[in-house]
């Protein structure tokens, strides 16, 4: 273990006392120093009185939960590596944790070889500093060079897909890329949106300039425009100096602001004028400053319905919107699942320095079965923990996460109770389990998204939810 001179220390935040002190004693053999709380607010308290190198925090928690406890630790400017731990779970919070800044996650009951390879791994891993000026929200690459860093990651992260659909988006970046005009990405989280903008970007006349990419879900109303503008020293409570903007970052460069749908309608305002105009003025300042950035956006949402109801501008989407590229869901392109299961193993094998030679027939079946609503980042993470759980040479069953490996078990229950059963009542309830399941995983989990879909109001499908026990 590659680790500091100095023993690491871990805040663990959970309200589940036997737990806490489980793992304070497991990390306490392994060599770090945990410090333990069973609230979120105590541990907010704790990380403002200590210095950590990880935190691990539960997801649900009495007051404030771990999803929130993240995005105060956004707004507040902490970094501390966070690691979400879940009793249930849900890839639909594992996702939306991951988007919010945090390092990885797991699943009760956790694996201590799972936890202590993951925590060995984060705590390692060079994180991502603050630079004077420079807010750490955006990560910078400058593509000058195919011996870069952060050209190396590109090829090694990503293999081209085989299927109808992402051949069709290959072409795209192969067309757009070489010139000037802002494209706007579309697709579910976890689809690849920022690897496509990098694409396009290695393949303009900018590839020698900076790659700015900003995750707009992450921008607090109050600090969005300072991020993106920049802003003058005293023009707001903590802007204790001057800050350069991302649009000045990538000055001459291109700038990818992914989930662009979440900006609010004020800082829409500013970005449009920032793109009709090329300039930009800083919070709290009197000038404009010229600025040559290549915009490029994504999102998972449906920005047409969103100036439908009032929250999107029309006309920014139209300048964003000069080129349309579609990512399909990993559910619409099967045919790819094996292939970025094989490409996602050997990268585990690298990373884990394992030797796993393959997949078992049936689990390989359950992954190309499997709906993933994460799409490929979740298909990745997947593997990776299988890769980990592996002792023999192949890939078994038991290795893959329960959402998975169980949730078959139950549906081939259903499919039996609906063809063999005469009991009415159980046939309808059958029934509405299997579509309210079928709804949810076509709206990624999204429960409002779900009761439209369903024509139900929320209220109703939060019980039939809890009455059907959906609630992972």
């Known amino acids: 273990m590659n680790m500091k001179d100095t023993k690491p220390k871990i805040l663990v935040v ?74 249930y779970g849900d890839i639909k919070l594992a996702v939306n944790a991951m988007k919010l800044g945090a390092s990885d996650y797991l699943t009760k009951p956790v694996n201590p070889e799972e936890l202590l390879a993951l925590v060995t791994s984060v705590i390692e891993t060079p994180q991502e ?16 060079s195919d011996n870069t860093p952060q050209s190396h990651a590109s090829k090694a992260d990503f293999v081209k897909g085989v299927s109808p659909q992402t051949k069709n988006v290959n072409q795209y970046i192969d067309l757009v890329g070489p010139t000037n005009m802002s494209v706007l990405i579309q697709g579910e989280s976890g689809t690849g949106k920022e690897y496509v903008a990098r694409q396009i970007h290695n393949l303009s006349k900018r590839r020698d ?11 607090s109303k109050e600090l969005a425009a300072s991020e993106l503008f920049g802003h ?97 869901p990993l559910r619409a392109r099967t045919e790819e699942v094996k292939q970025f299961a094989n490409h ?42 299988s890769v980990l759980l592996t002792q023999g040479s192949l890939v078994e069953k038991n290795a893959l996460p329960s959402e998975i490996s169980s949730r078959y078990t139950q549906q081939a229950e259903d499919i039996r109770s609906i063809q063999d059963s005469t009991d009415l009542k159980q046939l309808e309830s059958a029934l509405e389990r299997q579509k309210i399941m079928e709804a949810l995983e076509k709206v990624r989990f999204n429960k409002t998204k779900a009761a439209k879909l369903l ?9 039939k939810i809890k009455t059907y026990g959906l609630e992972v």
């Open 129 to 144: 500093k603050s630079v004077p000026q420079v807010s750490a929200l955006a990560k910078k690459s400058n593509t000058n």
């Open 455 to 463: 024509n139900i109001d929320r209220k109703t499908l939060y019980n």
């Open 344 to 385: 996602f193993l050997n990268q585990a094998n690298e990373e884990l320095e394992k030797n796993v030679e393959g997949f078992q027939e049936e689990t390989m079946n359950l992954l190309m079965e499997y709906g993933w609503p994460g799409n490929l980042r979740e298909l990745k993470n997947v593997i990776k923990r």
């Open 209 to 219: 300039k900076a790659f700015v990419a900003i995750d707009c879900g992450s921008l």
């Open 14 to 87: 959970d309200d589940d006392t036997t737990f806490l002190l489980m793992l304070k004693s497991f990390l306490e053999k392994k060599g770090f120093i945990p410090h333990t709380e069973s609230t979120a607010e105590k541990g907010l308290q704790a990380i403002e009185e200590n210095t950590f190198d990880l935190i691990l925090s539960d997801y649900r928690m009495p007051g404030i939960d771990g999803i929130e406890m993240l995005k105060i630790l956004k707004e507040k400017g902490i970094t501390t590596p966070l690691i979400l731990i879940t009793s």
């Open 232 to 328: 003058i020293k005293g023009s707001f409570t903590g802007a204790s100096v001057d800050r350069v903007g991302q649009f000045e970052v990538a000055n001459g460069g291109t700038l990818f602001l992914d989930e662009i749908g979440n900006l609010s309608y004020e800082i829409q305002v500013k970005l449009l004028r920032a793109i009709q105009e090329k300039v930009i003025r800083r919070v709290g300042g009197r000038d404009d400053i010229p600025i040559d950035v290549r915009l490029l956006a994504a999102t998972n949402e449906n920005l047409q319905r969103a100036i439908g109801d009032g929250e999107f501008r029309e006309d920014l989407f139209h300048r964003i919107n000069e080129f349309k590229i579609e990512i399909a």
